[in-house]
């Protein structure tokens, strides 16, 4: 049973550009939520996913966008990125129905310079 | 607004002491807790949570956790840690209907031989 996967594992990119982020969820998982962890702290509720729509989103600009695709997979995009943007991006499903519990990829490391 | 605060940044401890990171959080509504492990370049793995019924709530690797609705507090224990318990620790807290997790900023549980 494939745990969440996530793609690319690393990434540079220059300031300014954008980048997408791709994820898969835990096999029979249907919510995919996004966060940030930026180095030394905790991870940061970006938004969460499902049935399509974006759910719940958290103190983050316009500039971040995702997308979640009738498979239950979903896209992380972040348009003109400022040097603050470097972080781990991660990944987490779960079930609509379930008890709150999620799994989480192993991240992209987003480095922007 | 929910927060969460894990009062220790940092915590050394010698092999087959007992540890102690503590975790208090705030919520106006009744919330679900957790406790995640980040060993280093990896996501997070769930250790442990709080959903409801008996306050004490155990790992299959010897942590437990304790839910204190008076003190709002999740404090996470061990009798006797290992090497390999050495990793990131993050507490979590999710209000019952949202859908977001807020993290605390993280206790590094350092274990020296």
């Known amino acids: 049973d494939a745990g969440v996967t996530q793609s690319p594992t690393h990434l540079i990119k220059t300031r300014g550009q954008q980048v997408t982020l791709r994820c898969s969820p835990k096999s029979g998982h249907d919510t995919v939520s996004w966060y940030q962890q930026a180095l030394g702290q905790g991870p940061q509720f970006i938004f969460q996913y499902y049935e399509e729509e974006e759910r719940q989103r958290g103190n983050f600009p316009d500039r971040f966008s995702g997308h979640q695709f009738p498979n239950y997979s979903s896209e992380l995009n972040v348009n003109a990125l400022l040097l603050g943007d470097s972080a781990l991006y991660l990944c987490a499903s779960s079930l609509q129905t379930g008890s709150y519990e999620q799994y989480f990829g192993p991240g992209t490391r987003l480095t922007v310079t | 607004a929910q927060s969460v605060t894990q009062l220790d940044s940092q915590v050394p401890v010698f092999e087959e002491a007992p540890v102690e990171l503590r975790c208090n959080y705030s919520s106006s509504v009744s919330v679900y807790l957790f406790w995640y492990v980040q060993y280093p370049n990896q996501g997070l793995q769930l250790l442990l949570k709080y959903l409801s019924g008996s306050t004490l709530v155990e790992s299959i690797n010897g942590f437990e956790a304790e839910f204190n609705k008076s003190q709002t507090s999740f404090h996470l224990r061990k009798p006797s840690v290992h090497i390999s318990d050495t990793a990131e620790y993050f507490c979590?807290?999710?209000?019952?209907?949202?859908?977001?997790?807020?993290f605390g900023a993280g206790t590094r549980l350092f274990v020296k031989a």
């Open positions: 979590a807290v999710s209000e019952f209907g949202g859908f977001k997790t807020i």
